[in-house]
C-alpha cells in the first residue's frame, strides 16, 4: 500500500511570494490533515478534511491560509502571501475509520 | 481541550543504556495515545499506540509504553538502545475525532557510543 505522497520535498521563496503544496492521501482514506511543524516544536494541525469538505480549520490563519481537497482525494495547501514565520515542515496526513492517523514526508518551506 | 506534555527536551544516553521518555497528557474525554518517532529529514512514523485493552503497548523494535489513566501518563521506555534509535520522540493525544492529533513539543533522543 502506498503511503501518503508530498510535494515538494523543499521550497524556499521570498517573503510576500505565494506557495502550493500538494497532497496525495492513502486510497480510500476519507480524512485528510494538513499540519504546521515549526521547528523546535510539534506538528500543530490547520485544517481537517473529510472527504471534500473541511471539518476544521480552526487553527489555520485564513487571511494567507486557503486549502482545498478536490473531489475527496488529493489536497492542496497555498500561503499568499508568504511571511518568515510561515517557515516550517507542511505534513499531510490521512486516516480511515481509525484513531490513526498516517504521515507524509512533509514540505520544508523556507521564507528568507 | 486537549494537551500534552514532554517533560524532557532533550535525552542523551550510551549506547546499551535504558532509556525513558516522560509524557503526560490532558483531556476530558476518553483517549487515544501515540508515539511517534521521527528522524531527521522525514516525516512521522507510528512508533506505538494505545487504543484500548491492555495498559502496556509494545512496538517491533522494543520500546514499550504503559497508559496510567491516574497519572495521565502514557511514558516510553527502552531497556537498551541502539545508535541507530537516535532520532526526535513525539507523544500524541487523540480523542473523538479520529486522526485529528494534539503533539507534545517532542523530545531529542541522541545515543552516544
Known amino acids: 500500500e502506498a503511503g501518503v505522497a508530498q510535494s515538494p520535498r523543499y521550497k524556499i521563496i521570498e517573503k510576500r511570494q505565494s506557495v502550493a503544496f500538494w497532497c496525495n492521501p492513502i486510497s480510500g482514506h476519507a480524512t485528510l490533515y494538513w499540519y504546521q511543524q515549526i521547528l523546535g516544536q510539534g506538528p500543530k494541525l490547520l485544517i481537517q478534511f473529510q472527504n471534500n469538505g473541511v471539518v476544521d480549520d480552526s487553527q489555520l490563519p485564513k487571511d494567507r491560509f486557503s486549502a482545498e481537497r478536490l473531489k475527496g482525494v488529493d489536497s492542496t495547501l497555498k500561503i499568499q502571501p508568504a511571511k518568515l514565520e510561515d517557515s516550517a515542515v507542511y505534513l499531510c496526513a490521512s486516516s480511515r475509520d481509525s484513531p490513526e492517523a498516517f504521515f507524509g514526508q512533509g514540505t520544508r518551506l523556507t521564507v528568507v | 481541550a486537549q494537551s500534552v506534555t514532554q517533560l524532557d527536551s532533550q535525552v542523551p544516553v550510551f549506547e546499551e543504556a535504558p532509556v525513558e521518555l516522560r509524557c503526560n497528557y490532558s483531556s476530558s474525554v476518553s483517549v487515544y495515545l501515540f508515539w511517534y518517532v521521527q528522524y531527521p529529514n522525514q516525516g512521522l512514523q507510528l512508533l506505538l499506540k494505545y487504543l484500548s485493552g491492555s495498559t502496556l503497548v509494545e512496538s517491533i523494535n522494543g520500546f514499550e509504553a504503559e497508559f496510567n489513566k491516574s497519572q495521565t501518563s502514557f511514558h516510553l521506555r527502552k531497556p537498551s538502545v541502539h545508535i541507530s534509535d537516535t532520532a526526535e520522540y513525539f507523544c500524541?493525544?487523540?480523542?473523538?475525532?479520529?486522526?485529528?492529533?494534539?503533539f507534545g513539543q517532542g523530545t531529542i533522543l541522541t545515543v552516544h557510543p
Open positions: 500524541a493525544v487523540g480523542g473523538t475525532s479520529y486522526g485529528k492529533l494534539t
